[in-house]
């Protein structure tokens, strides 16, 4: 089955401890994003991937690292997090001759 | 980064009503994408517009690309429980599929 899968579903950290979401795509798409989706502002783009080591900054990449070392996989890292990046992320993937993202089904993360 | 508006924020409909949901925004885009997010899912894409005017349908969903390029129109007709949800617009301002822009969400909910 195409989907994205991000792991975990749900997670519960202390400010200042590092974290890593993972993203994993088995449709063999070029493009790859990182979503956050707050209460009254919709999803914000994070950072978004191109292809293989291609990667920029989307409106709200503050706090966030990503790396694509391999075109299945586009990790979110959290070097430190803190109170106000508790979200609902969602990692999504495109190909690059079909408009529009597929999304995973989000990683809800609390950071205390 | 660009903004874009919907309304409704929220919607409180009977099962069988019509729906209509509109987004705007003050820069033009060249495509004009709606999803549906469920909860506690990631948003899927229901309808993809490509050029100023355009008239889209999906099933009982019927999506326009507005001439202004700044602006586009969803409709439900004949609601039925799984319409219940939070639908989405997104834009993307240039010709690649790295940086869409959504909307801050219309949720949908049907009154028995």
């Known amino acids: 089955e195409a989907q994205v899968t991000q792991n975990p579903r749900y997670l519960i950290t202390v400010t200042g401890k590092k974290l890593t979401v993972t993203c994993s795509q088995n449709?063999?798409?070029?493009?790859m994003s990182w979503y956050r989706q707050d209460p009254g502002l919709g999803l914000r783009q994070i950072y978004y991937?191109?292809?293989?080591?291609?990667?920029d900054k989307g409106d709200v990449p503050e706090g966030y690292k990503v790396s694509r070392k391999e075109k299945r996989n586009f990790p979110l890292i959290l070097e430190s997090p803190s109170p106000n990046q508790t979200s609902l992320y969602f990692c999504?993937?495109?190909?690059?001759?079909?408009?529009?993202?597929?999304f995973g089904s989000g990683t809800r993360l609390t950071v205390v | 980064g660009q903004q874009l508006n919907q309304s409704p924020q929220s919607m409180f409909i009977q099962e069988g009503e019509d729906v209509s949901m509109n987004c705007t925004s003050s820069s033009i885009f060249n495509t004009w994408l709606w999803y549906k997010q469920d909860p506690g899912e990631g948003p899927v894409l229901l309808i993809a517009l490509y050029k100023a005017g355009e008239l889209t349908s999906n099933g009982r969903l019927t999506a326009q690309f507005g001439i202004t390029r700044k602006d586009s129109f969803l409709n439900i007709s004949a609601s039925i429980p799984s319409d219940v949800g939070i639908y989405f617009c997104?834009?993307?301002?240039?010709?690649?599929?790295?940086?869409?822009?959504f909307g801050t969400g219309t949720r949908l909910t049907i009154i028995p």
């Open positions: 449709m063999n798409h070029e493009y």
């Open positions: 997104a834009g993307i301002a240039n010709f690649g599929n790295e940086k869409l822009t």
């Open positions: 991937s191109m292809n293989v080591e291609v990667t």
């Open positions: 999504a993937s495109s190909s690059q001759d079909r408009y529009g993202y597929t």
